[in-house]
């Protein structure tokens, strides 16, 4: 079974670069079976995807974002990332990280709040 | 971009009771769609997709269906711990991921 954890800090400083971190079980992110990405939730508010990768290395990010947004595979730690660059407040939320052996979201992590605040 | 819309924002539902969900999508997206459960304090899980197809564990009392721009998510009745927020997603034009507001189910 596919599992996921995400990890990086908590509080961020305004306009500094967030840096989310997914390690996967079960699975190899190399794996072409899956599409590894984060999805977003900020407090009391719906769900925002960021942004996709496939195990060939096709991103596909949120309009909306994809001028700060990056998302990677380290194949070595098998684990994916996120950096999310010049953060605001509003960026504040929980952070998800997911695997989809298509294209909606089988499996998510437990997610991780991250605060934007000085 | 598609937009979701679903409604009602809340529903209010006795234990036991049924609940029926709305989501319309701004365009057609045939029979790709897909629902998810958002409990207090938890991640989504995928309940649904293909519109009616349950995911692995799903229990039988959830149920989905339509079709184009217009589909519904039925709980037959509901169980304490189905009281959580339902989100739908198209994924027939993928990228960009959209997802509807949400319904939240609650004790009524």
């Known amino acids: 079974q596919l599992q996921l954890q995400e990890s990086g800090p908590g509080l961020v400083k305004p306009s500094e670069t967030l840096s989310l971190t997914c390690t996967v079980s079960?699975?190899?992110?190399?794996?072409?079976?899956?599409?590894w990405g984060w999805i977003r939730q900020p407090p009391g508010k719906g769900l925002e995807w960021i942004g996709s990768?496939?195990?060939?290395?096709?991103?596909y990010y949120n309009p909306s974002l994809k001028s700060r947004v990056a998302i990677f595979v380290d194949t070595s730690k098998n684990q994916f990332s996120l950096k999310l660059s010049s953060v605001t407040a509003t960026d504040t939320a929980i952070y998800y990280c997911?695997?989809?052996?298509?294209?909606?979201?089988?499996?998510w992590g437990q997610g991780t709040l991250v605060t934007v605040s000085s | 971009e598609i937009v979701m819309t679903q409604s009602p924002a809340t529903l209010s539902v006795s234990p036991g009771e049924r609940a029926t969900l709305s989501c319309r999508a701004s365009?057609?997206?045939?029979?790709?769609l897909a629902w998810y459960q958002q409990r207090p304090g938890q991640a989504p899980r995928l309940l649904i997709f293909?519109?009616?197809i349950r995911a692995s564990g799903i229990p039988a009392r959830f149920s989905g269906s339509g079709s184009g721009t217009e589909f519904t998510l039925t709980i037959s009745s509901l169980q304490s711990e189905d009281f959580a927020v339902y989100y739908c997603?198209?994924?027939?034009?993928?990228?960009?991921?959209?997802f509807g507001g949400g319904t939240k189910v609650d004790i009524k």
């Open positions: 079960g699975a190899s992110v190399s794996s072409s079976s899956y599409y």
């Open positions: 365009q057609s997206v045939g029979s790709s």
């Open positions: 997911t695997g989809s052996d298509y294209y909606y979201f089988d499996f």
């Open positions: 293909g519109v009616s």
């Open positions: 990768i496939y195990y060939s290395g096709s991103t």
């Open positions: 997603q198209p994924y027939n034009k993928w990228p960009p991921v959209t």
